[in-house]
């Protein structure tokens, strides 16, 4: 499948997903992870669309593959090592994903997970059907929402073994926003930097107040990139959300959980 989908596609694009799909597998060979045979394939062709959609909308701030690779594929990736992370024939939705992160490389590598793309932008929607459609990902689903929204949704609300997300809260809110959509017994995974470090009391204290226990961090390591300060934090979902929470759309960022304050630029 995955060198079809390459041949498909001919001229210069067809030589450069070659080389990217080259370049994909011996680097996530190096990453302590399993992954399907056609995922390199089906990355670099993710990439090519994503390069091409990006220069009529704002999915992405940079699409040189160079840079690419380590940011957004193998950073994606890497918490796959984790042990219990994602556990065989998972349910995982992803809260936020923008152009599809990690979601979407995380399906492409783990067909056997089956996952949501949440996002509350129509424009980024359109963008991941056609990723679906063109990889024929049968595994993926879309859901137009915000996540306040979804959160409360019976069809969302405690229904996913795991939810994650990347750089798209505070942790405190983070903990608002995903921990309503685990079943109790689930996991949340976010993905984050630095700034999780002052993040982190407030972190604690909403992720009680919502049924999650303690937070606790691994350091996410990439051959390529040591210097990076990469983290997933993962809060296990012990018991039922109240149901106050998650508060009406625009609550949890404006006024988070446990006492959180953003410092000032």
Same mark, same amino acid.
């Given at each position: 499948?995955?060198?079809v989908l390459v041949r498909e596609v001919s001229g210069i694009a067809a030589?450069?997903?070659?080389?990217?799909?080259?370049?994909?597998?011996?680097?996530?060979?190096?990453?302590?992870?399993?992954?399907?045979?056609?995922?390199?394939?089906?990355?670099?062709?993710?990439?090519?669309?994503?390069?091409?959609?990006?220069?009529?909308?704002?999915?992405?701030?940079?699409?040189?593959f160079d840079s690419a690779i380590d940011r957004l594929y193998l950073d994606?990736?890497?918490?796959?090592?984790?042990?219990?992370?994602?556990?065989?024939?998972?349910?995982?939705?992803?809260?936020?994903?923008?152009?599809?992160?990690?979601?979407?490389?995380?399906?492409?590598?783990?067909?056997?997970?089956?996952?949501?793309?949440?996002?509350?932008?129509?424009?980024?929607?359109?963008?991941?059907?056609?990723?679906?459609?063109?990889?024929?990902?049968?595994?993926?689903?879309?859901?137009?929402?915000?996540?306040?929204?979804?959160?409360?949704?019976?069809?969302?609300?405690?229904?996913?073994d795991r939810a994650v997300a990347r750089a798209v809260a505070p942790l405190?809110?983070?903990?608002?926003?995903?921990?309503?959509?685990?079943?109790?017994?689930?996991?949340?995974?976010?993905?984050?930097?630095?700034?999780?470090?002052?993040?982190? +009391?407030?972190? &604690? @204290?909403?992720? =009680?107040?919502?049924?999650?226990?303690?937070? !606790?961090?691994?350091?996410?390591? *990439?051959?390529?990139?040591?210097?990076?300060?990469?983290?997933?934090?993962?809060? +296990?979902?012990? &018991? @039922?959300?109240? =149901?106050?929470?998650?508060?009406?759309?625009? !609550?949890?960022?404006?006024?988070? *959980?446990?006492?959180?304050?953003?410092?000032?630029?």
């Amino acid at each position: 499948m995955g060198e079809v989908l390459v041949r498909e596609v001919s001229g210069i694009a067809a030589v450069n997903e070659f080389l990217w799909a080259e370049r994909l597998k011996n680097e996530m060979e190096k990453l302590p992870i399993g992954f399907d045979p056609a995922a390199p394939a089906r990355l670099a062709r993710y990439h090519s669309l994503l390069a091409e959609w990006n220069q009529h909308m704002n999915l992405t701030g940079d699409t040189d593959f160079d840079s690419a690779i380590d940011r957004l594929y193998l950073d994606s990736l890497a918490p796959l090592s984790m042990a219990e992370a994602f556990p065989e024939g998972a349910s995982l939705i992803d809260v936020g994903t923008g152009a599809g992160f990690p979601g979407l490389p995380l399906a492409i590598a783990r067909p056997d997970l089956s996952v949501m793309l949440l996002d509350s932008l129509g424009k980024r929607l359109k963008f991941l059907s056609a990723v679906v459609e063109e990889l024929e990902l049968t595994n993926v689903r879309l859901c137009h929402a915000r996540a306040e929204d979804a959160g409360r949704a019976p069809a969302h609300r405690e229904q996913y073994d795991r939810a994650v997300a990347r750089a798209v809260a505070p942790l405190p809110v983070l903990c608002e926003l995903l921990l309503p959509m685990v079943r109790p017994g689930g996991e949340m995974l976010c993905y984050k930097g630095p700034a999780a470090e002052e993040e982190w +009391q407030a972190g &604690q @204290k909403a992720a =009680k107040l919502v049924g999650g226990s303690e937070l !606790t961090r691994q350091p996410v390591v *990439l051959p390529t990139q040591p210097e990076w300060q990469h983290c997933v934090v993962r809060c +296990q979902k012990q &018991q @039922k959300t109240p =149901k106050t929470y998650p508060r009406k759309a625009g !609550t949890p960022a404006r006024e988070p *959980l446990g006492g959180y304050v953003k410092p000032k630029a």
